[in-house]
Nanobody, 119 residues
Framework: QVQLVESGGGLVQAGGSLRLSCAAS????????MGWFRQAPGKERAFVAS???????????DYAESVKGRFTMSRDNAKNTVYLQMNSLKPDDTAVYYC?????????WGQGTLVTVSS
């Protein structure tokens, strides 16, 4: 059974940084697309970043326009963990951040971790 556990959220001032982690279990994930989404209060869940295998040891990362240049997604296959490094945080980045893995025809989600950015 696939399980995703996020960590690393918290309270940070605007301009600060946080690194989120997502530990996956229940399989190997090196060839699957993994992603981060977020849900701000009163809003729908939205795409933040994805990281997909395109062959060999090469991965492609994609980002929402609102976070390009500030957020970086990476993975450590030995640890079955993906990361989201978030720099230059803004109050608009305040949300619950969810990890996602797309495996076959299924999508799996973590429980989320709250990021609060104060102005």
């Amino acid at each position: 059974q696939v399980q995703l556990v996020e960590s690393g959220g918290g309270l940070v001032q605007a301009g600060g940084s946080l690194r989120l982690s997502c530990a996956a279990s229940g399989g190997t994930f090196s060839s699957y697309r993994m992603g981060w989404f977020r849900q701000a209060p009163g809003k729908e869940r939205a795409f933040v970043a994805s990281h997909r295998w395109i062959g060999g040891t090469t991965y492609y990362a994609d980002y929402a326009e609102s976070v390009k240049g500030r957020f970086t997604m990476s993975r450590d296959n030995a640890k079955n963990t993906v990361y989201l490094q978030m720099n230059s945080l803004k109050p608009d980045d305040t949300a619950v951040y969810y990890c996602n893995v797309h495996r076959g025809v299924n999508d799996y989600w973590g429980q989320g971790t709250l990021v609060t950015v104060s102005s």
